[in-house]
């Protein structure tokens, strides 16, 4: 069976710091892990996704996140916070190369940017 | 890039009628189409696969007669709350499988579809 934590439910970070949103999974294949943000009133927009390449994923914005299997983790990061950056941020795996497959959403963590 | 939309973006209505929510893929085609509902502040819960063509697959707990729903055809699906009632009042969110020319899928989200049962 499939699962992702979410570590934390709200980060809060000053503009220009690094953004570090911590996301853990479970599974018993080879998993595709995603990132999507939500803006408030707005629908989810992928970020980046992992699907058994590169294991450093570049997305949009900025932003990264490394898939380390031995610590079954998909950390979201950025070097640089900016206030757009605030929204929604939920952390998706699903079993197998397709995204098509069943999928997992994180609980989600509220990132908020201070001035 | 692929775009999902939903209509309608926002809908009120009485408790016991019935309320029609369309998911289309605008520049792609979607085999399969997924139904999600989001509580407010927390996550997406997945309440069904909507393939076209065939049945849906709903996830249990979900009441297939009372969310009914049809994928007619490659860039349509449809979700029907019928006999609405407050406790139906959600975020109803689709997404759409899209398969690029490398031959990844990825799921692409509609803007969402708020729902108010009065």
């Known amino acids: 069976a499939q699962s992702v934590t979410q570590l934390d439910s709200h980060v809060s970070v000053s503009e220009g710091t690094p953004v570090l949103l911590r996301c853990n999974y479970s599974?018993?294949?080879?998993?595709?892990l995603f990132w999507y943000v939500q803006h408030p009133n707005k629908g989810l927009q992928l970020l980046l996704k992992?699907?058994?390449?590169?294991?450093l994923v570049k997305g949009i914005n900025g932003f990264e996140a490394e898939f380390k299997k031995s610590e079954t983790s998909f950390h979201l990061t950025k070097p640089s916070a900016h206030m757009s950056d605030a929204a929604e941020y939920f952390c998706?795996?699903?079993?197998?190369?397709?995204?098509?497959?069943?999928?997992?959403f994180g609980s989600g963590t509220r990132l908020s940017i201070r001035p | 890039g692929a775009v999902v939309s939903q209509h309608p973006s926002r809908v009120i209505c009485k408790s016991g009628t019935s309320v029609k929510i369309e998911c289309r893929s605008l520049?792609?085609?979607?085999?399969?189409m997924f139904w999600y509902r989001q509580f407010p502040k927390q996550s997406l819960m997945l309440m069904a696969t909507?393939?076209?063509?065939?049945?849906?697959?709903?996830e249990q707990g979900v009441e297939k007669d009372k969310f009914l729903i049809n994928h007619a055809s490659l860039t349509l699906s449809t979700l029907t709350v019928t006999s609405a009632h407050p406790e139906d009042s959600s975020f109803y969110i689709c997404?759409?499988?899209?398969?690029?020319?490398?031959?990844?899928?990825?799921?692409?989200f509609g803007p969402g579809t708020r729902l108010l049962v009065l």
């Open positions: 997404s759409a499988d899209h398969r690029t020319s490398g031959g990844l899928e990825t799921q692409y």
């Open positions: 599974s018993s294949y080879s998993p595709s």
């Open positions: 992992y699907t058994s390449a590169a294991t």
């Open positions: 998706v795996v699903s079993e197998g190369y397709s995204s098509a497959s069943k999928i997992i």
């Open positions: 520049d792609f085609q979607a085999t399969t």
């Open positions: 909507s393939n076209e063509g065939s049945k849906a697959t709903y």
